[in-house]
């Protein structure tokens, strides 16, 4: 239920949106129906933001199914509308003017979305005293602590994420939100007792799961080698010299072949040094050691590098 009238809804192109139930409803309430643009995705980029920053952050990536995951999200929903209404501020753009090539923007104070309806003053004076008492009687504290033990009993519900029949055992019953109710959700989520806990993220760490999936290797290539018609070459200095870097080697091409190699190709050139130097062998030359009175037996050949496959190329003595 809005607190204020709704006078316009702007939506995408998809089915959900786009029907005739939809239409007769904002015809039915005077309601200004209007859609994006065709293939202009960005007409709706504030919605597709909320989309990242709410949903995403606090849902995650799971695949839900079924009746029962329907009826959990919705009681983490009831719990995320009140914590980012009432405690989450956000910044609104006021102007924005070009200086040459850079933008200056300037952003109006950061308000709650409830602080930021009270301050229209298109709200009623029933309604905005009972968006009052809502507030007063919300714990930002406790209220977290449910949010958390809301998504615990959410993610019991992804699939892929658990064995089929401990996912039906453990997310056969709800957890309800309320609002004085913190301790036994904690306890009805974990099983565990006490005080209910807050678990803030680490550092650089997201407060949302993404389904644990297998990390293939990598077989294919989105673009054409740079380095692929002189590799031969580059192998045959590094068979020489194994120690050289690869930055030496792109400043040698970059001499020998002009405007061809730049600076930003130098991470490819040593990812494939990287690969290269993973197949080599580096054999150590002791020849100069031969010229020693004392050293009576023959050494090892000069230092140099070969890949697996020339090694059967070599004598067995010299592969050591």
Request: glycine share 6%; with cysteine; net charge positive.
């Amino acid at each position: 239920m809005l607190p204020m009238a709704l006078l316009g809804l702007d939506t995408d192109n998809g089915s959900e949106f786009l029907n005739a139930e939809l239409l007769a409803h904002c015809q039915r309430e005077q309601i200004t129906f209007i859609r994006g643009r065709a293939y202009r995705k960005n007409d709706q980029c504030y919605v597709e933001q909320k989309n990242g920053s709410i949903v995403r952050h606090l849902v995650g990536y799971d695949r839900f199914e079924g009746s029962a995951a329907y009826r959990q999200l919705a009681e983490l929903y009831r719990a995320v509308r009140l914590y980012v209404n009432y405690f989450q501020p956000s910044m609104k753009l006021r102007t924005k003017h070009w200086e040459g090539a850079r933008a200056r923007r300037t952003y109006e104070p950061a308000q709650t979305p409830f602080q930021r309806l009270v301050d229209s003053g298109v709200v009623s004076q029933g309604t905005l005293s009972r968006l009052e008492g809502i507030y007063r009687t919300l714990d930002p504290v406790m209220l977290l602590s449910q949010l958390q033990a809301l998504q615990d009993a959410l993610w019991r519900h992804g699939v892929g994420g658990r064995a089929v029949g401990e996912m039906d055992k453990e997310a056969a019953t709800t957890v309800r939100f309320g609002l004085n109710a913190a301790q036994p959700l904690l306890e009805q989520a974990t099983g565990e007792h006490g005080p209910p806990l807050i678990r803030p993220p680490k550092r650089g760490q997201r407060t949302y799961r993404r389904p644990v999936q297998p990390r293939m290797p990598r077989t294919w290539r989105t673009r054409t080698d740079p380095f692929d018609t002189v590799w031969g070459e580059v192998t045959r200095r590094l068979e020489v010299r194994p120690e050289r870097t690869a930055r030496s080697v792109l400043e040698e091409l970059q001499v020998r072949y002009p405007g061809r190699y730049s600076q930003s190709q130098l991470r490819t050139l040593q990812r494939r040094v990287k690969e290269w130097r993973a197949r080599a062998l580096l054999l150590f030359d002791d020849q100069w050691l031969s010229e020693d009175a004392w050293v009576e037996q023959r050494m090892h050949p000069s230092l140099r590098a070969t890949t697996d496959d020339d090694r059967e190329l070599l004598p067995e003595a010299t592969l050591g």
